[in-house]
Structure formats: structure tokens, C-alpha cells
């Protein structure tokens, strides 16, 4: 029998406000594991997922993690069957990237077992057929970060123009996630197909400040770029206490708070650890004030992406 070989690829905060499809950044943890080894039949199957999974799609095309090792074996004219394990570390519809942490695991550790020595730019179009089965649409703002670690710009998407955005000064991220899943593709129908130019104006002018005050390490830039005039509009009644928990996290010190990806996720970033614990805490407090079960997680922004564990 072939060896295994396991990958691992962080959960991520998509969007980030004021980037809506262009801006993400990874944590350290929660994150998916996926192994795959070659098997003796000739198909992709998956043999198994466990951890925080509702109902996930056996069906390995139909699955994230399935569909890029489907395509890396054609690709690669590779005719061999590939058995799949996933271990969820992150449940799906939670808004942190679980479609795209099991897509970017599955590429990362099918290109190692293939020895196929693929770039990350070619394990991220790979990636994408997963997230393409989740979200519906092409939008690599949880692939990226996943893939790179770090905070992420997607600069363009035809064709994929990836930069990595160096942070001047760390920062710690709060995630309060509301049990209870949206699902990307039907939340991505609520977005305006029209913006006006006047929030046109506002979005650019804050996605660049954000950019410039996360190199230069400004956090007052930082804070005041936080905001999106898009997404976030037309989502934010999706979620149980939106808006005393955004008002909550900002009296407790945050920088910015704002959905994560398309929710239920919220986010909020602090400039110390024991600030976002606090901004945790108030959140918290908000959603149990309406008997909304949830999970708070804090995390650094992490600059490891995904990688081979064994
Ligand atoms: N940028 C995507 C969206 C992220 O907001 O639809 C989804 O996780």
C-alpha cells in the first residue's frame, strides 16, 4: 500500500469590510485536515469525514475537497484511484473558509502525493473547483489566504493576481460564530448587482487605507478603513444581533468589526490579545442575550498557510 500523505489549511476571515471578493487573511486554528493515498481501484472516493461536519457530500465531485483531486489526477494524466479522508475542523456555512480549508488541504496534499510539483498559483486554480461546488461563484478571498498564509490581495482574477500583504504591526482577530449555517451561494444572491458610485468611492478609498495601514502599521488607518458599504448592508439581518454585537465589539476596544465572508462568522479585529478577548466576551454577551447558542475563537493572523503534516 502507498503512503499517506496529510495536509492541513487554516480557517480564514474573507472580505475583511471593506474587500468584498479581493481580501483575506488566515488564522492559526481552526483548521481542515485531509489525507489522501493512492487506492486500488481506478476512481476518486472519499472513504471518510469526521469532526464538525453536518451533512457533507460523499459524492467526491460534488465534495471540496473532492473535486480538485478529481482535476490535479486528470491534469496530471494520473490513472490511478486516490482515497480521501477528511477531518473537519471547521463546520461548513460557518463564514471562515470551511469550503475552501478542505479544498486547499486536498490540493495541497494530492500535488505531494502525486510528486506533481505544482506552484501554489496552479494548486489555487485547482482549489477552486472546490470552492466553485460551495459558494457557486469564482471568488478566491478564502482560497488564497488559506493556501499562503498571512493577509491576502487579490489584486485581479483574470488573470489571478495574488499579493501578500505584509503587516507592520500584529494584530489579534475575534471570530463569534453563531451556530447556525448560511450558505455562500444563496447569501451571495443578496448582494446588489448595481453599486452606486458614491459607495464605489467609499469602498476604494477604504480598501486602500486598509492596505496602506497594515503596512505601515497605522491603526488609527486601520480603523478607520474598516467599514463595507457593500456586502455587509445587505446581509447583516442574517444575523442574530448584528448590530448591538458590532456596537459592543467597537466600545470594547475594537478596531473594526464586520461579517466574516458571508457570515454567520463575525469578526473583529484588536491590537492585543487581551483586548480581543474582551471584544469576545461583549460580543458573547449580545448573543446570549437573544438564547443564540455560539463559539467564540481568538486568534493571531497567521502567517502559515497550508502545509504537509505527515
Ligand atoms: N467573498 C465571499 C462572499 C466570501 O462574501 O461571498 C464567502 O465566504
Not at 478564502?142 to 500583504?165: A, E, H, K, T
Not at 478607520?224 to 476596544?253: N, Q, T, W, Y
Request: aromatic share 4%; net charge positive; hydrophobic share 45%.
Amino acid at each position: 500500500m502507498d503512503r499517506d500523505v496529510a495536509a492541513y489549511a487554516p480557517a480564514t476571515v474573507s472580505n475583511v469590510a471593506c474587500g468584498f471578493d479581493i481580501m483575506g487573511f488566515a488564522l492559526d486554528e481552526p483548521g481542515d485536515k485531509v489525507t489522501v493515498r493512492f487506492s486500488r481501484g481506478k476512481d476518486v472516493t472519499i472513504r471518510r469525514i469526521s469532526g464538525c461536519t453536518s451533512t457533507l457530500p460523499m459524492n467526491p465531485a460534488r465534495n471540496t475537497a473532492g473535486a480538485p483531486v478529481i482535476e490535479m489526477l486528470k491534469h496530471c494524466r494520473v490513472r490511478r484511484g486516490v482515497e480521501i479522508e477528511i477531518r473537519k475542523g471547521l463546520p461548513a456555512g460557518s463564514g471562515i473558509g470551511s469550503s475552501a480549508a478542505s479544498a486547499v488541504a486536498a490540493a495541497v496534499a494530492c500535488n505531494a502525493l502525486l510528486g506533481a510539483g505544482l506552484s501554489k498559483e496552479e494548486i489555487l486554480t485547482f482549489a477552486l473547483h472546490g470552492e466553485k461546488i460551495a459558494s457557486g461563484g469564482v471568488h478566491v478571498d478564502n482560497l488564497s489566504p488559506s493556501l499562503w498564509g498571512g493577509f491576502i490581495l487579490v489584486r485581479g482574477y483574470d488573470p489571478l493576481d495574488i499579493v501578500q500583504i505584509p503587516i507592520s504591526a500584529p494584530m489579534w482577530c475575534v471570530i463569534v460564530r453563531p451556530h447556525m449555517e448560511i450558505r455562500t451561494k444563496e447569501s451571495r444572491k443578496m448582494l446588489p448587482r448595481t453599486v452606486p458610485l458614491s459607495d464605489v468611492v467609499r469602498q476604494t478609498g477604504n480598501a486602500a487605507g486598509l492596505v496602506a495601514g497594515l503596512m505601515s502599521g497605522d491603526f488609527g488607518l486601520i480603523s478607520r478603513s474598516l467599514h463595507d458599504v457593500i456586502a455587509e448592508p445587505a446581509r447583516r439581518h442574517l444575523i442574530p444581533g448584528f448590530a448591538d454585537m458590532k456596537s459592543a465589539a467597537l466600545d470594547a476596544g475594537a478596531l473594526g468589526c464586520s461579517l466574516s465572508g458571508s457570515g454567520p462568522s463575525v469578526f473583529a479585529l484588536a491590537k492585543s490579545k487581551r483586548t480581543a478577548r474582551q471584544i469576545g466576551i461583549a460580543m458573547g454577551s449580545i448573543l446570549n442575550s437573544v438564547s443564540c447558542p455560539h463559539s467564540v475563537i481568538v486568534s493571531g493572523i497567521s502567517s502559515a498557510g497550508a502545509r504537509i503534516i505527515s
